[in-house]
């Protein structure tokens, strides 16, 4: 097709200039390459384009953990085909700058987009159906048990000596 020459969208008939709609299907015609023609799609823009944007509001919420920064990845690519986004955190105290792709990593989504995400990692059976339960110790009991096992060791302390003496 020439420049200046008109197509439709919707059957992708050639069309003169001076016609404004198609002759078989009614659509309106658009310009066929030229300075408005449509650039290519980059990588980026094509990742973009996945994103659900209903699945983008609200706190970071960690969905998955993964062991290496690949696995992390392919994580994320599930993810994205589905339309969550989601960012990957190296986890804290595995921050060696020699090995950047080495260590465990987080999968985050945003709050939104988390019940989809499990959905999606529990087809895949990379999580379980059941979240982890959250841990129950809290600072009172963990005081609690310290002074326990520090009375329990003072009492054996008291024996030990007692024997020896």
Request: aromatic residues 4%; charged residues 20%.
């Amino acid at each position: 097709m020439a420049a200046g020459q008109l197509a439709c969208p919707s059957c992708a008939g050639s069309h003169p200039a001076d016609e404004r709609f198609c002759r078989s299907c009614g659509m309106p015609l658009v310009h066929v390459g030229g300075p408005d023609a449509e650039a290519p799609v980059t990588e980026r823009q094509a990742r973009a384009r996945k994103i659900k944007p209903q699945y983008t509001e609200g706190e970071l919420v960690r969905v998955a953990g993964a062991s290496n920064q690949a696995e992390a990845e392919f994580i994320q690519g599930m993810l994205l085909e589905e339309g969550v986004p989601s960012l990957l955190r190296r986890r804290a105290g595995f921050d060696v700058p020699d090995f950047m792709a080495a260590g465990p990593r987080d999968v985050l989504v945003a709050a939104s987009g988390a019940p989809t995400a499990r959905e999606v990692l529990v087809e895949a059976e990379i999580v379980s159906r059941d979240p982890p339960a959250p841990s129950t110790t809290t600072p009172v009991r963990l005081i609690a048990g310290l002074l326990l096992a520090l009375a329990l060791g003072g009492v054996l302390l008291a024996v030990v000596l007692h024997t020896l003496s």
